[in-house]
């Protein structure tokens, strides 16, 4: 078995977080990579008006995200007890949690999601408001997403407990792979090239949930040869263990909430920005900006907010944290410092960003180079927000970071633009302007919570399977 880390509890700071974070922060720009070649191809390759194939996608993915970003929080339980086990170098329960959680997950993925995903689709489009030209191309992409996405959310759960292990290396070996293999299938499928048809958005799809099923593969080998910190279970059993599955929901169901009232906030904006005069340029605008361009920012937030959450677990599961709090400030600082560069080059450089999207007509070039200025200021806001977030859900205090999202994401970003639509006064960049106020109130709130105490000393523990004549170290 791999050696637990030493420094991720001990030693300096910056290096702890460091050795954390930039595997993750590489791993989320690779993983992003794939969307931009997709977009980029669709863009040039697939005739649409106003840019209706990349909208299709950008409205799909964002409904999709619903499920996934639920889904996957879940897995934060998971995380939180992973890390805590591996700051205490517990195998043992670090092995029962990940089998239990994988078991479920292959359960709720094949029997749940996928059939009421692929039969609630059309009306999930409808919702969102998207025009005839938009649900041609996105309806077979969710379809396929809900489908035959169960590898893509094993990869999310197998990454996040490989990383709160103190492992981010190998997930971001996987992703790289995962990320070639979903390139190189989308982009034969989307152009047609040689003996390959030409599948169009359709392609994008297909590259999304095939190229997942060989990491996870190899995932798995991994894990039973003994190559890395977590262990295979101790014996296979296809009964649940409850005892471990409901603390892993009761820590990550407030996190699943979060994501899904995120999200939703997410579809509502594209159902705002649908009611608009130009509305399928504008949704493009917001897919090729918010979507792909902003991921700048929030791919490295994104990884700091995953490495935060991760020194801070195993710092209290070594007893100390204090240290992690020093970490996890240091996560969000990081973060706002990468944003504020990206924002300066979005403020300064627009064209150059929408030039690899071919989105030089109008309106569409004028609603994206609003939205990237706004977004210069926005991304700091998010970007530090996260990373004191990471810590914050490291510890198992996910209520807190869920509340916050509903008072930002719904009560201030829906209901500003709420009002706005009443009084007949919403436009793209009153629609931008009600995401800055977002994120600026989110990380207000956020670290309001962070200077407290309480939440870096909350106790979760699973039932022990040890029996009373096993010694502590078997």
């Not at 050696?3 to 989320?28: C, M, T, Y």
């Not at 039973?224 to 409850?242: N, V, W």
């Not at 407290?452 to 699973?462: N, Q």
Request: charged share 10%; net charge positive.
């Amino acid at each position: 078995m791999k050696a637990f880390d030493k420094e991720i509890v001990s030693g300096n700071i910056f290096r702890s977080v460091w050795k954390q974070a930039w595997p993750l922060v590489v791993l989320n720009l690779v993983n992003g990579s794939h969307g931009f070649v997709s977009h980029i191809l669709v863009g040039h390759f697939v005739a649409a008006e106003n840019n209706a194939a990349n909208a299709a996608i950008g409205v799909a993915w964002q409904v999709f995200m619903v499920i996934v970003v639920f889904v996957a929080s879940l897995f934060q339980g998971t995380n939180v007890l992973v890390a805590r086990y591996a700051g205490q170098e517990d195998r043992r329960n670090m092995g029962r949690v990940f089998y239990q959680t994988f078991l479920c997950s292959i359960f709720v993925l094949c029997c749940v999601v996928g059939p009421v995903g692929y039969l609630i689709s059309p009306a999930l489009l409808n919702f969102v408001r998207a025009d005839v030209n938009v649900q041609h191309h996105a309806l077979p992409y969710i379809r396929i997403l809900f489908a035959c996405g169960a590898p893509l959310f094993l990869m999310f759960m197998i990454t996040g407990a490989f990383q709160a292990s103190g492992d981010p290396k190998t997930p971001l070996k996987l992703g790289i792979l995962t990320t070639l293999l979903n390139i190189l299938i989308s982009s034969v499928l989307i152009t047609g090239v040689g003996p390959f048809p030409k599948l169009g958005v359709t392609g994008a799809a297909l590259g999304i949930v095939v190229a997942p099923l060989v990491s996870v593969a190899i995932a798995i080998s991994l894990i039973l040869r003994k190559k890395t910190h977590i262990p295979p279970p101790e014996r296979f059993s296809l009964i649940p263990d409850f005892s471990v599955i409901r603390v892993v929901v009761r820590v990550g169901i407030p996190t699943g909430i979060q994501g899904v009232l995120l999200n939703i906030a997410g579809v509502f904006l594209l159902k705002y920005i649908g009611s608009l005069e130009h509305s399928s340029a504008a949704q493009a605008a917001y897919t090729i900006c918010y979507t792909q361009l902003f991921s700048l920012v929030t791919w490295t937030a994104f990884g700091l907010r995953a490495a935060a959450g991760t020194v801070m677990g195993q710092n209290i599961g070594a007893g100390d944290p204090a240290r992690g709090k020093r970490a996890v400030a240091l996560a969000g600082c990081l973060g706002a410092v990468w944003a504020s560069i990206i924002g300066l080059m979005f403020w300064l450089f627009p064209d150059v960003f929408l030039s690899a999207f071919n989105a030089f007509h109008e309106p569409v070039a004028t609603y994206a180079r609003s939205l990237l200025h706004y977004l210069s200021f926005s991304g700091v806001c998010l970007a530090a927000a996260l990373g004191l977030t990471g810590g914050i859900q490291g510890s198992g205090y996910t209520t807190i970071p869920m509340y916050i999202a509903f008072l930002t994401q719904i009560v201030i970003l829906l209901g500003l633009c709420a009002i706005f639509s009443a009084f007949d006064a919403l436009t793209a960049e009153r629609v931008w302007m009600c995401i800055l106020i977002s994120h600026a109130s989110r990380l207000a709130l956020t670290y309001a919570v962070f200077r407290t105490e309480k939440w870096a000393h909350i106790r979760i523990e699973i039932e022990d399977i040890r029996t009373p004549q096993e010694p502590e170290g078997v």
